[in-house]
């Protein structure tokens, strides 16, 4: 049996698009929001699944709840998430395009 590790979003919304590089993993959801995970120290279960809730179980199995970004208009689809050293892109239902900038969280 493979070994997973499943997350789930605080709102249990369903996620649609992501993007992710060395230490993120950008979720996008149908609610509007971008939740950004600390995926570094990822550890994976010796055998079988796991599934972690963001907010709640953040920093088990590795992965770190860096937050939410809510930006986007409430309950607007982010269809696309792409990332760079430096920013994250994201586009949504309603046609906008929203640059984000990572050094607002650090």
């Known amino acids: 049996m493979g070994q997973v590790v499943y997350i789930k979003t605080r709102d ?60 986007h208009e409430y309950r607007a689809f982010i269809w696309a998430c792409k990332t760079d050293p430096y920013r994250i892109f994201s586009g949504d239902e309603t046609g906008k395009i929203i640059i984000h900038d990572y050094l607002m969280f650090e």
């Open 12 to 71: 249990n919304d369903p996620v649609i698009s992501l993007s992710f590089n060395e230490e993120f993993l950008i979720l996008g959801d149908t609610n509007g929001e971008l939740h950004i995970v600390d995926v570094q120290q990822i550890v994976f279960p010796d055998n079988g699944e796991v599934t972690v809730e963001l907010g709640k179980d953040s920093d088990q199995h590795g992965l770190v709840f860096v937050g939410t970004i809510r930006t």
